[in-house]
């Protein structure tokens, strides 16, 4: 007999005959909670096989119910934030029984994608655009005469960043209808709600008070001061029974706080939502990892999962050596003890980037500045100018978000700042959203920085000395998980700036590798009787090294987990044609093409980076010139 806790031992009765929320649509209302406990039941079931984004959909079952239930998707838009809330949504919206599939190759994307599902109004993974997008779409519907309503749900954190209130600030002077909805899972904004503020937050979207206002405003309309006296007790009320007039002021009717677990109060305040004209702001409450004990007690952890036992919570680990996220947090705590001037800076990012044991250790030279790219990186500069040493550590995807901030506010005035880029390369089961594809190339043509990607693990730790030691910006820019398990020396020495090294002596070809592509290098070259160059810098480049390999072999291979446009084989390129030397090259990287969600192991093999797919892409560019297979 099953446990009585198994979120597989309920009957799925209502869930498995919703195929989409027109079937959703169909229920009784009464038989909603029933629902809410079949797909939370559902969601746990799934994630604990494949991994993914757990505590932040657990949170908005019953929110996610009431908005297919209420309104009219996908003719009214539905735009999710971030998209670790979205799992519940993909699970009503017909793709119940692909979700086995979620974040695997040839499955289902882990966040809202348009070609998967006309569902899934708008593409996302990063965060706070769901504003901006609504906006978007709702401007559109009125130039082309549409009446459809556009609702945009924000959360995990996702309003604290600057482009939501640039789309709120926006949005607020625009004679348009749109509905944005704060799932408030962390309480950031209010303290806990219960049954008066569920009480006012319906009767403020109530018919009556809606049209007791506008009626108001008609019958004011001549008398202005006496208009204005009511316009001002009437922001005086609300101000002293709601937690803030911020959106008000902003042009949006606010209104909440509302419990985001009572389906009963959701659906008839959506209902009044839905009637109601103009820019409205509901504020939802809810609690991330709701229903699942572990996900309640933990949310952080269970935000973001690896597969785990459904019944005890517990995780199933594989990784067996250090990550090279822990290999930067040892590294950034062992500096910090001797160095007071070491401050570290991340935007929302502390366990993802190995912050945890600094944060505790030093709390007064730590700063999350939360979903604030931008900021972390101009705020950075700032420190640097008053003789501190910043280290941001960030994501290579969300690094993207702060270009400007780096070659205007970091790069251009040479300031000694330290980026630790971490998820550089392809990512895995996260996909094309979190990939980090792209960093060696933007960053690659703005003078002043030293750019490095580390081989292994001893390296890495060799790196980030270097580029904290170097006095001006420099990034470390290193892959997710594990590496291939060099033991690590906490004494060893920084690197001389720009050198590389010869890891194998072989003929004819010479590969070139960058970062992590060394270790299959090394394989492919035994193969292939090859030199292998660990170049270790993408910027400088060991110049002296390539004219020399460049001199002694008949074809250069370069290889990196970068986009090949404008990556480190660009670089190589570039420097052997301002020389003048005339050298036939292949250089291996990332195609020019966004990579789908996989493990690993299987993207690498999909883009020709694996040992088979590089001995293939050599031999089959060099065949009819001493093929090197023969070699």
């Not at 027109?22 to 209302?29: A, S, W």
């Not at 882990?110 to 401007?139: C, Q």
């Not at 906490?490 to 970062?515: V, Y």
């Amino acid at each position: 007999m099953p446990q009585r806790n198994d979120p597989a031992s309920t009957h799925r009765l209502l869930l498995d005959a919703i195929d989409s929320p027109v079937d959703l649509r169909r229920l009784p209302e009464h038989r909603l909670p029933e629902l809410a406990a079949e797909l939370r039941s559902f969601l746990i079931e799934c994630v604990s096989k494949t991994g993914g984004h757990l505590a932040a959909g657990l949170g908005v079952v019953e929110l996610t119910i009431a908005l297919h239930y209420v309104f009219n998707t996908p003719h009214d838009r539905l735009v999710w934030d971030v998209g670790h809330q979205a799992y519940p949504h993909k699970i009503l919206t017909g793709r119940r029984d692909r979700m086995h599939t979620l974040r695997q190759k040839g499955g289902i994307s882990g966040f809202p994608r348009r070609s998967e599902s006309e569902y899934d109004t708008f593409g996302v993974g990063h965060s706070s655009t769901s504003i901006s997008a609504a906006l978007g779409m709702a401007l559109a519907a009125k130039q082309k005469g549409e009446r459809r309503q556009i609702i945009a749900v924000i959360g995990d954190g996702a309003l604290g960043a600057g482009m939501a209130f640039e789309a709120l600030n926006h949005a607020g002077s625009m004679d348009i209808d749109l509905v944005v909805i704060l799932n408030d899972n962390k309480m950031s904004i209010s303290p806990p709600v219960g049954a008066i503020s569920n009480y006012l937050a319906r009767l403020l979207s109530g018919k009556f008070y809606t049209s007791m206002r506008e009626g108001s405003k008609q019958a004011l309309a001549g008398m202005p001061q006496l208009r204005h006296l009511v316009g001002r007790w009437e922001e005086h009320v609300k101000g002293m029974l709601m937690p803030s007039t911020l959106f008000e002021e902003l042009g949006f009717n606010y209104i909440g706080p509302i419990d985001g677990h009572d389906l009963d109060g959701l659906i008839r305040t959506l209902r009044n939502i839905r009637d109601m004209p103009g820019q409205r702001f509901l504020h939802v409450v809810t609690k991330k990892g709701r229903g699942f004990k572990p996900a309640e007690g933990e949310p952080v952890t269970y935000h973001g999962v690896t597969p785990f036992d459904k019944h005890t919570g517990q995780l199933i680990k594989t990784a067996t050596g250090p990550t090279y996220t822990q290999i930067f947090g040892g590294w950034l705590c062992d500096t910090a003890e001797s160095d007071p001037r070491l401050v570290a800076i991340t935007p929302a990012m502390c366990e993802g980037s190995g912050l945890t044991a600094f944060a505790k250790r030093f709390p007064e030279r730590y700063f999350d500045v939360g979903i604030a790219e931008q900021h972390a990186v101009t705020l950075a500069a700032g420190l640097a100018c008053e003789g501190l040493k910043p280290v941001v550590a960030i994501y290579s995807s969300f690094f993207q978000r702060a270009y400007d901030q780096l070659v205007h506010d970091v790069a251009l005035q040479n300031l000694d700042v330290t980026f630790a880029v971490d998820r550089a390369g392809l990512v895995g089961p996260d996909g094309a959203t979190h990939a980090g594809s792209f960093d060696l190339s933007f960053c690659r043509p703005i003078p002043n920085l030293v750019i490095m990607a580390p081989a292994d693990e001893n390296e890495c730790r060799r790196m980030l000395k270097t580029a904290y030691e170097y006095p001006g910006p420099a990034i470390v820019r290193y892959p997710r998980g594990t590496g291939p398990g060099a033991p690590i020396d906490p004494q060893a020495p920084a690197l001389p700036i720009g050198q590389g090294e010869i890891r194998r002596q072989g003929s004819r070809i010479a590969i070139l590798a960058f970062g992590p592509m060394l270790q299959p290098a090394l394989e492919v070259a035994e193969v292939l009787d090859a030199t292998v160059a660990n170049m270790r810098f993408v910027k400088p480049l060991d110049a002296a090294l390539i004219w020399d390999l460049a001199d002694r072999h008949e074809f250069l291979v370069t290889i990196e987990e970068n986009a090949i446009a404008g990556g480190a084989g660009s670089a190589v390129a570039e420097l052997l044609a301002a020389q003048g030397i005339v050298k036939r090259c292949l250089h291996l990287g990332l195609p020019d093409r966004y990579i789908e969600h996989a493990e690993h192991h299987e993207q690498l093999a999909d883009v020709g980076l694996d040992i088979r797919g590089i001995i293939s892409s050599i031999q089959e560019v060099f065949t009819g010139q001493n093929n090197p297979s023969d070699a």
